[in-house]
């Protein structure tokens, strides 16, 4: 099946720094979707993707849909405490309609005081 | 806001027995999806079901797992006889693609229901 390989696995910053993180994929994807979840929850939905070089932001949060299809960055601007969580990508074929999503294995933020 | 909701929020079952987990999706939507993720790894689909049948499935949904929509707005996995390996949590998604081929789907999940097998 489609794998997909985020990194980094973990990151470890201060408060106030900007943070980022990729996704990439030895195949296409349509549709790329960011998520975070924070323990013991489901994920939530942070940025959806549809559209090949598509940039879009939601409050700190900025996202890019790679050129080729085969990649997605997200990047946070000024980390606060409430960043903390398990960030993950998903990619999905379609773009529409009963397509699962893949996953990637998660980018774990930890904000240090 | 509208909200995928699952229950229970925790099942602990012994191995063998059959379990239910429910969901009730958002309620205009139309695309509804299963998925688990065992724990400290990342989210795996297990199937898709549109108007009233499976649309697609993973290689982890074999036949020991089974989907139905009862009602109007239930949504529900079935593990017909649970083993150890099925302990994780699931996770119920929906979107509304509306049946549009070529779209926007944007999955929304729910909180997840964490399941024990002993």
């Known amino acids: 099946g489609q794998q997909l390989n985020q990194s980094p696995q973990s990151m470890f910053i201060q408060e106030g720094e900007d943070v980022s993180m990729n996704c990439t994929s030895s195949?296409?994807?349509?549709?790329w979707l960011w998520y975070k979840q924070d323990p013991g929850e489901g994920p939530v939905l942070l940025i959806a993707?549809?559209?090949?070089?598509e940039l879009t932001s939601n409050g700190r949060l900025t996202a890019q849909f790679g050129i080729t299809r085969k990649d997605s960055f997200l990047n946070i601007s000024a980390s606060i405490p409430s960043d903390v969580g398990i960030y993950f990508c998903?990619?999905?074929?379609?773009?529409?309609?009963?397509?699962?999503?893949?996953f990637g294995k998660g980018t774990h933020l930890i904000i240090q005081p | 806001e509208p909200e995928v909701t699952q229950t229970p929020s925790h099942q602990v079952t012994q191995m063998g027995q059959e379990v239910i987990l429910r969901c009730v999706p958002i309620?205009?939507?139309?695309?509804f999806y299963w998925y688990r993720q065992i724990l400290g790894q990342k989210v795996e689909f297990l199937v898709s079901?549109?108007?009233?049948?499976?649309?697609?499935k993973s290689e982890i949904f074999d036949d020991q797992f089974s989907v139905e929509r009862p009602d109007g707005s239930n949504f529900t996995l079935k593990i017909r006889s649970t083993k150890l390996e099925d302990s994780a949590m699931y996770f119920c998604?929906?979107?509304?693609?509306?049946?549009?081929?070529?779209?926007?789907?944007?999955?929304?999940f729910g909180p997840g229901t964490r399941l024990t097998v002993l």
């Open positions: 998604a929906s979107s509304d693609a509306s049946g549009i081929p070529i779209g926007p789907d944007t999955q929304y």
């Open positions: 195949s296409i994807f349509n549709t």
């Open positions: 309620s205009n939507h139309l695309y």
């Open positions: 993707l549809y559209k090949a070089g």
């Open positions: 079901f549109y108007n009233n049948e499976i649309s697609e």
């Open positions: 998903a990619g999905q074929y379609s773009g529409g309609g009963a397509d699962g999503l893949t």
